[in-house]
């Protein structure tokens, strides 16, 4: 037996008999919707989620409106860009939200739309935090993928935005790995489309059982060795200029490109000409970005505002 409000009977006394647990007010309709729905097929789905959310399994953990004794009278619906463009802001709210009005404009010879219209306008609460994270994390990774992709298109171009390092910065390889980059032209390639460059004329040896500056340069063949990095791409230079960030992406990029199944010279120049017919072909070019860029950021994006 139950109570209307969905809680069993014999739980609803107990909890009436010890204000301890006070029963608490009837929770708010939610909706359990699948973010399978909201992200195109063609990007990465770690490259534009929410670059502060470190626990990504909250969203998809979400209790059920029926779950909570509530029966759900919500309908999916997904916003258009068009939709944000006519929404009407009414205010803030509590100093983390801006509540919005959105008028429906259902289109009925659009037949594409998986969900269906709206019963009237919708109060929409935009999370300025997450909105502000999202419009700067777009920015950023826009600008640096036209700009590899202006790179895929002349060698000798400056596409990425450079900041050149003077001196040049050390990063410790193994010798395997410095032997690929300095024979493989096109793994320096990959590297130069992204804005890194490095100095390999010359190579300093290091001892791994000695981590202090007098290890570097030591001539015996023990399996490490230095390379020079003299250009880092500008828009996460002050990040990868911090500990290990900038070896970790270097050797991190190298495995992945160890690894790369896909025709990426050919891709990269389709996507290259889709520019002028689709303001996001820019998205198509992340599925080559390291993956250490990526996540330096979204971490910029998320604390580039404190």
């Given amino acids: 037996m139950t109570t209307k409000s969905g809680v069993p009977h014999w739980l609803q006394k107990a909890l009436q008999a010890n204000r301890t647990f006070n029963i608490a007010e009837v929770s708010v309709p939610r909706l359990h919707s699948s973010s399978s729905c909201f992200l195109q097929d063609s990007v990465p789905r770690h490259s534009l989620a929410d670059p502060c959310d470190t626990h990504p399994a909250r969203s998809q953990q979400a209790p059920r409106a029926d779950v909570l004794g509530v029966t759900p009278d919500l309908n999916q ?36 739309s998986l969900y269906p219209p709206r019963d009237g306008p919708a109060l929409v609460l935009i999370d300025q935090h997450a909105a502000d994270e999202r419009v700067r994390v777009e920015r950023f990774l826009k600008d640096l993928c036209i700009g590899y992709l202006a790179n895929r298109e002349d060698t000798q171009g400056t596409g990425v935005r450079l900041r050149e390092l003077s001196p040049s910065r050390p990063v410790l390889l193994t010798l395997h790995e410095a032997q690929r980059l300095k024979e493989s032209r096109a793994i320096q390639e ?43 791409p500008e828009v996460v230079s002050d990040k990868l200029l911090i500990g290990d960030e900038l070896r970790d992406l270097v050797k991190g990029f190298m495995g992945q490109l160890a690894t790369q199944t896909l025709p990426m010279s050919q891709a990269a120049a389709s996507a290259k000409e889709d520019e002028n017919r689709d303001e996001f072909c820019w998205l198509k070019a992340l599925r080559w970005c390291p993956r250490e860029l990526l996540e330096l950021i979204n971490s910029k994006a998320c604390r580039g505002t404190y």
Avoid: M
Avoid at 209 to 221: H, K, L, P, V, Y
């Fill in 190 to 232: 990959s590297f130069r489309q992204w804005g890194f460059g490095f100095e390999l004329s010359h190579q300093e040896h290091a001892n791994p059982d000695d981590s202090s500056e007098e290890g570097f340069g030591a001539e015996d063949d023990t399996g490490y060795t230095q390379v020079w990095v003299k250009s880092i």
């Fill in 77 to 112: 619906h997904r916003f258009e860009k068009q939709d944000l463009g006519r929404a009407k802001v009414i205010n803030q709210v509590d100093r983390k939200f801006i509540a919005c009005l959105i008028e429906d404009h259902y289109d009925a010879q659009d037949s594409s």
